[in-house]
């Protein structure tokens, strides 16, 4: 028997296309969210059954990108790391106390898919870093809640929706780091190191020692002069702005009468013509003149005009340019070896073409970018490039650095300076943009300027005022403490010549 099917009539299309997919929405620190989904709990729970249902429920966990700035001030690197205080330990206690991850989660970051844009070292900052992860970001005010456990030098400013896929650090295109370098550090006659000080002694362009930064309470010999006046037998030093200066003119100013006449109360070597006798000094414990006199200063303030004009800024980025491309970094690192393929790193573009200044102090703003970036090697590369400005080291020294057959020891810059400007996702962004909002801190923007001025760059500032950061650093950069600045010296055969070529394929067949 053949049953007959009954044919329905075919809907009509619809007048209208429909509606386009709205893409899965963020918070920003207003947490404006609508209602929250709830799913039922799943986990077991013994008294389940005497719950109403409304209390059973739990938000669902959202996957999503976390945007925060920190100053690195007092805290290990970004990393976490058992023993220290890192950022990323202060992070999992606030995700949990704020309620975003369970108890059975707490201190297990992979059970959430935990994962960094970038990670800083040791007192490193970071205007706009990037984390990922599962979290219960319902009920609204989530941000508020971080932002109420964390320290004030911790700022989340909000966080988006993301792919489940979505890793920070694999998904980052490109990070962006600044180091603010005080302009004084790319003149060679400031802040001079110990060698240099006595090298320039009897020259016609003598250097003064830096008391305040280099030597600390060690005396120069000679230090002002052939024939060194001395207070209560011991070599004075005069404390003063680094810069070039007649030491000779200096002494007839700056020596008390009676230190002139001696003993014997005979004139010393010293000439004692046109003394002024209201210059007066003050002695330290072991009697080195540590107070600043205002003559010297004024002196120094005079000959020391050094700024970042143009000539400079050519040259300081004609230097940083050798950077640019593909090269392999073994030498600006401390963790890996040459062979090692993730020595091979690719810099997009490195270059310092402002000036900022902060609290009296003229920053030059160096920004590098590049995919990735090893242990150290920004201030590493950072430290080479104001060396060879200071005419510590030759610039053709940059090319062997980037050997991978040679190995040399390369200064670190301090790690103050150095700051996480940005991190970049654009093949992400491309890839998602019709279901996702964008990866990008431009939400974020003023929030983040705001927390970099008021941490960040004060910071850095501050540093430079108390302790002399890079000041002291500077009285490092020298050919006693960093030998490999003699390579070329030391090496006769020329870098790129067909004998080094023929070494190094030698080198290779061997290998």
Same mark, same amino acid.
């Given at each position: 028997?053949?049953?007959?099917?009954?044919?329905?009539?075919?809907?009509?299309?619809?007048?209208?296309?429909?509606?386009?997919?709205?893409?899965?929405?963020?918070?920003?620190?207003?947490?404006?969210?609508?209602?929250?989904?709830?799913?039922?709990?799943?986990?077991?729970?013994?008294?389940?059954?005497?719950?109403?249902?409304?209390?059973?429920?739990?938000?669902?966990?959202?996957?999503?990108?976390?945007?925060?700035?920190?100053?690195?001030?007092?805290?290990?690197?970004?990393?976490?790391?058992?023993?220290?205080?890192t950022?990323?330990?202060?992070?999992?206690?606030?995700?949990?106390?704020?309620?975003?991850v369970?108890?059975?989660?707490?201190?297990?970051?992979?059970?959430y898919?935990?994962?960094?844009?970038?990670?800083?070292?040791?007192?490193v900052s970071?205007?706009?870093?990037?984390?990922?992860?599962?979290?219960?970001?319902?009920?609204?005010?989530?941000?508020?809640?971080?932002?109420?456990?964390?320290?004030?030098?911790?700022?989340?400013?909000?966080?988006?929706?993301?792919?489940?896929?979505?890793?920070?650090?694999?998904?980052?295109?490109?990070?962006?780091?600044?180091?603010?370098?005080?302009?004084?550090?790319?003149?060679?006659?400031?802040?001079?190191?110990?060698?240099?000080v006595?090298?320039?002694?009897?020259?016609?362009?003598?250097?003064?020692?830096?008391?305040?930064?280099?030597?600390?309470?060690?005396?120069?010999?000679?230090?002002?002069?052939?024939?060194p006046?001395?207070?209560?037998?011991?070599?004075?030093?005069?404390?003063?702005?680094?810069?070039?200066?007649?030491?000779?003119?200096?002494?007839?100013?700056?020596?008390? #009468? /009676? $230190? =002139? !006449?001696? *003993?014997?109360?005979?004139? &010393?070597?010293?000439? %004692? #013509? /046109? $003394? =002024? !006798?209201? *210059?007066?000094?003050?002695? &330290?414990?072991?009697? %080195?003149?540590?107070? =600043?006199?205002?003559?010297?200063?004024?002196?120094?303030?005079?000959?020391?005009?050094?700024?970042?004009?143009?000539?400079?800024?050519?040259r300081?980025?004609?230097?940083?340019?050798?950077?640019e491309?593909?090269?392999?970094?073994?030498?600006?690192?401390?963790?890996?070896?040459?062979?090692?393929?993730?020595?091979?790193?690719?810099?997009?573009?490195?270059?310092?073409?402002?000036?900022?200044?902060l609290?009296?102090?003229?920053?030059?703003?160096?920004?590098?970018?590049?995919?990735?970036?090893?242990?150290h090697?920004?201030?590493?590369?950072?430290?080479?490039?104001?060396?060879?400005?200071?005419?510590?080291?030759?610039?053709?020294?940059?090319?062997?650095?980037?050997?991978?057959?040679?190995?040399?020891?390369?200064?670190?810059?301090?790690?103050?300076?150095?700051?996480?400007?940005?991190?970049?996702?654009s093949?992400?962004?491309?890839?998602?943009?019709?279901?996702?909002?964008?990866?990008?801190?431009?939400?974020?923007?003023?929030?983040?300027?705001?927390?970099?001025?008021?941490?960040?760059?004060?910071?850095i500032?501050?540093?430079?005022?108390?302790?002399?950061?890079?000041?002291?650093?500077?009285?490092?950069?020298?050919?006693?403490?960093?030998?490999?600045?003699?390579?070329?010296?030391?090496?006769?055969?020329?870098?790129?010549?067909?004998?080094?070529?023929?070494?190094?394929?030698e080198?290779?067949?061997?290998?």
């Open positions: 028997m053949e049953e007959t099917l009954e044919k329905k009539p075919m809907a009509s299309p619809p007048s209208s296309p429909p509606p386009a997919k709205k893409p899965k929405m963020s918070t920003t620190t207003s947490d404006t969210d609508p209602e929250p989904e709830f799913e039922a709990e799943t986990e077991t729970n013994q008294n389940a059954s005497s719950v109403p249902a409304e209390r059973r429920r739990r938000y669902k966990r959202r996957k999503v990108a976390i945007f925060l700035g920190y100053c690195g001030y007092g805290y290990q690197g970004m990393q976490k790391n058992p023993g220290a205080k950022i990323e330990g202060d992070l999992e206690e606030a995700f949990f106390h704020a309620g975003g369970p108890e059975a989660d707490r201190g297990a970051p992979r059970r898919d935990w994962a960094r844009a970038a990670r800083t070292d040791k007192g970071a205007a706009a870093q990037v984390v990922s992860g599962r979290f219960y970001v319902d009920p609204p005010g989530f941000v508020d809640r971080l932002n109420g456990i964390l320290p004030d030098q911790i700022r989340i400013y909000g966080y988006k929706r993301v792919t489940n896929a979505f890793n920070a650090k694999k998904f980052c295109d490109r990070r962006r780091y600044i180091y603010l370098l005080p302009v004084f550090a790319l003149d060679p006659s400031a802040h001079p190191d110990r060698e240099a006595m090298a320039s002694i009897g020259s016609g362009n003598e250097l003064v020692k830096c008391v305040e930064c280099s030597e600390r309470g060690r005396k120069i010999p000679g230090l002002m002069g052939p024939d006046v001395k207070l209560n037998g011991v070599a004075s030093s005069v404390e003063c702005e680094a810069g070039d200066s007649d030491l000779k003119s200096m002494n007839d100013d700056l020596i008390p #009468e /009676d $230190v =002139k !006449q001696g *003993d014997n109360g005979q004139s &010393g070597s010293v000439n %004692t #013509e /046109d $003394v =002024k !006798q209201d *210059d007066t000094l003050k002695v &330290g414990e072991e009697g %080195t003149i540590i107070e =600043k006199v205002e003559s010297v200063t004024a002196m120094n303030t005079e000959k020391s005009q050094f700024s970042y004009d143009d000539a400079v800024k050519e300081f980025n004609s230097i940083l340019k050798n950077y491309g593909t090269h392999n970094f073994h030498n600006f690192t401390t963790r890996t070896k040459a062979e090692d393929p993730s020595a091979k790193r690719y810099i997009i573009s490195f270059n310092a073409n402002s000036v900022v200044s609290d009296g102090i003229d920053f030059v703003k160096c920004e590098v970018v590049g995919q990735s970036f090893m242990l090697q920004i201030r590493k590369m950072i430290g080479l490039a104001v060396a060879i400005m200071r005419n510590c080291a030759p610039e053709s020294l940059m090319e062997v650095a980037l050997r991978k057959d040679v190995s040399i020891n390369v200064p670190t810059a301090p790690e103050v300076g150095l700051f996480l400007d940005e991190c970049l996702f093949s992400y962004n491309k890839k998602w943009k019709s279901s996702h909002e964008e990866v990008s801190m431009k939400d974020y923007e003023n929030e983040a300027e705001e927390f970099k001025m008021k941490f960040i760059y004060s910071h500032a501050s540093m430079e005022h108390k302790e002399g950061a890079v000041a002291l650093w500077l009285h490092s950069l020298n050919r006693r403490n960093y030998p490999d600045f003699n390579y070329l010296e030391t090496n006769s055969k020329p870098v790129g010549s067909e004998e080094t070529k023929q070494e190094c394929l080198t290779a067949e061997l290998k």
